[in-house]
């Protein structure tokens, strides 16, 4: 991939930024200054102008034949499942660091991927309208110059159906947080639970610095604190990161209600919306689940991957048994728990 050296300025004065998960195919050249959202894949391809990609998990490819961009958001949602599920657990996995003082982020669902979530759902309400959303329709055509530097087309694949995806995302992890949380206090009914979460409704803007994610707001006051000569040392700029990481859980927290809170325009929980809110969540989790297995099981189906191996038996020896899998396995268990988990608050939610 050539993502440093292809200028369209005189001067070797431009930048590259993109997101976490970012993943450029092979041979993939492109132009600066460009900039990608979280968990973009850049399909084949030389790409003729600057891009700018808003929108996250995203296949981007350059259509040739046509002249045009396409961009299909939600694209690893859709068709690879189980890489995006499985890269997150395997950074975790892998994360071999004595000292884990530095909160690194690996979950493809935090505050910056979803504050990008967030920007794409009225990216499409602007563009299509969300009527012709509710419509299901199946492409969209961008104006000219604002995903490329360019006068071509610019076409969204899948537009409704990533739309309804990102919608379903927003609740799941909004769930997905107010049950970690729940799991760290005591409560005996929903509104003693409801009392405990953040009461701050305002979405905030996040920065990426170095695999963690801290608030905007955060930085700059740390920035400012430099320049003024209240932060002295390099010990104290690693215990604002020390401080940062500890206090993340229930920023992050904060964040997803507020992500929640906008999309349904809504300031607070009860009991009636919560339960619908678990209900999403269980269906969400299940389909994740569901696509972690299929996906992978399309390198057990496909003929151009068997073609390599003789028998059945040999694929299986080389590359294991598909219900043998430790990763799909596990998370059907994960599923199984998270169902339970559920069950039991929707009980307390009754009292």
Same mark, same amino acid.
């Given at each position: 991939?050539?993502?440093?050296?292809?200028?369209?300025?005189?001067?070797?004065?431009?930048?590259m930024?993109?997101g976490?998960?970012?993943?450029?195919?092979?041979?993939?050249?492109?132009?600066?200054?460009?900039?990608?959202?979280?968990?973009?894949?850049?399909?084949?391809?030389?790409?003729?102008a600057?891009?700018?990609?808003?929108?996250?998990?995203?296949?981007?490819?350059?259509?040739?034949?046509?002249?045009?961009?396409?961009?299909?958001?939600?694209?690893?949602?859709?068709?690879?499942?189980?890489?995006?599920?499985?890269?997150?657990w395997?950074?975790i996995d892998?994360?071999?660091?004595?000292?884990?003082?530095?909160?690194?982020e690996?979950?493809?669902?935090?505050?910056?991927?979803?504050?990008?979530?967030?920007?794409?759902?009225?990216?499409?309400e602007?563009?299509?309208?969300?009527?012709?959303?509710?419509?299901?329709?199946?492409?969209?055509?961008?104006?000219?110059?604002?995903?490329?530097?360019?006068k071509?087309?610019v076409?969204?694949?899948?537009?409704?159906?990533?739309?309804?995806?990102?919608?379903?995302?927003?609740?799941?992890?909004?769930?997905?947080?107010?049950l970690?949380?729940?799991?760290?206090?005591? #409560?005996? =009914?929903?509104? *003693? /639970?409801? $009392?405990?979460l953040p &009461?701050?409704?305002?979405?905030?803007?996040?920065?990426?610095?170095?695999?963690?994610?801290?608030?905007?707001?955060?930085?700059d006051?740390?920035?400012?604190?430099?320049?003024?000569g209240?932060?002295?040392?390099?010990?104290a700029?690693?215990?604002?990161y020390?401080?940062?990481?500890q206090?993340?859980?229930?920023?992050?927290?904060?964040?997803?209600?507020?992500?929640?809170?906008?999309?349904?325009?809504?300031?607070k929980l009860?009991?009636?919306?919560?339960?619908?809110y678990?209900?999403?969540?269980?269906?969400?989790?299940?389909?994740?689940?569901?696509?972690?297995?299929s996906?992978?099981a399309?390198?057990?189906?496909?003929?151009?991957?068997?073609?390599? #191996?003789? =028998?059945?038996? *040999? /694929?299986? $020896?080389?590359?294991g &048994?598909?219900?043998?899998n430790?990763?799909?396995?596990?998370?059907?268990e994960?599923?199984?728990?998270?169902?339970?988990?559920?069950?039991k608050?929707?009980?307390?939610?009754?009292?």
């Amino acid at each position: 991939a050539t993502l440093g050296s292809n200028h369209n300025s005189r001067s070797a004065d431009g930048e590259m930024i993109a997101g976490r998960g970012f993943w450029p195919s092979l041979c993939v050249s492109i132009k600066h200054n460009s900039r990608f959202a979280s968990y973009t894949l850049l399909a084949k391809g030389d790409y003729p102008a600057e891009l700018d990609v808003p929108f996250p998990f995203s296949l981007v490819s350059n259509d040739t034949a046509n002249d045009q961009l396409i961009v299909m958001p939600g694209y690893w949602f859709m068709y690879n499942m189980y890489a995006l599920a499985r890269n997150a657990w395997k950074y975790i996995d892998r994360d071999k660091r004595i000292d884990k003082k530095q909160y690194l982020e690996y979950d493809f669902l935090a505050p910056d991927s979803m504050n990008e979530v967030m920007q794409t759902l009225q990216l499409l309400e602007e563009y299509a309208g969300k009527k012709a959303l509710d419509e299901n329709i199946d492409t969209l055509e961008l104006p000219a110059g604002i995903v490329e530097n360019s006068k071509r087309k610019v076409v969204v694949l899948k537009a409704a159906k990533s739309y309804r995806l990102f919608k379903e995302l927003v609740i799941y992890y909004a769930v997905e947080q107010i049950l970690q949380a729940a799991s760290t206090v005591k #409560y005996k =009914t929903a509104d *003693e /639970l409801f $009392a405990q979460l953040p &009461k701050k409704q305002k979405r905030n803007e996040w920065v990426n610095i170095g695999g963690q994610l801290i608030p905007v707001k955060e930085l700059d006051t740390l920035k400012q604190r430099i320049v003024t000569g209240k932060l002295k040392s390099w010990d104290a700029v690693h215990a604002f990161y020390a401080t940062q990481a500890q206090a993340y859980p229930q920023q992050k927290l904060q964040h997803a209600l507020s992500c929640l809170f906008e999309l349904t325009g809504t300031t607070k929980l009860t009991k009636e919306t919560f339960n619908a809110y678990l209900q999403s969540y269980v269906a969400t989790k299940t389909w994740m689940v569901e696509g972690i297995a299929s996906s992978r099981a399309k390198d057990y189906t496909s003929p151009f991957r068997k073609m390599m #191996y003789e =028998t059945e038996a *040999e /694929l299986e $020896a080389v590359t294991g &048994k598909l219900k043998e899998n430790s990763f799909i396995l596990q998370q059907q268990e994960e599923l199984k728990q998270t169902k339970a988990t559920v069950q039991k608050l929707v009980k307390q939610l009754k009292r």
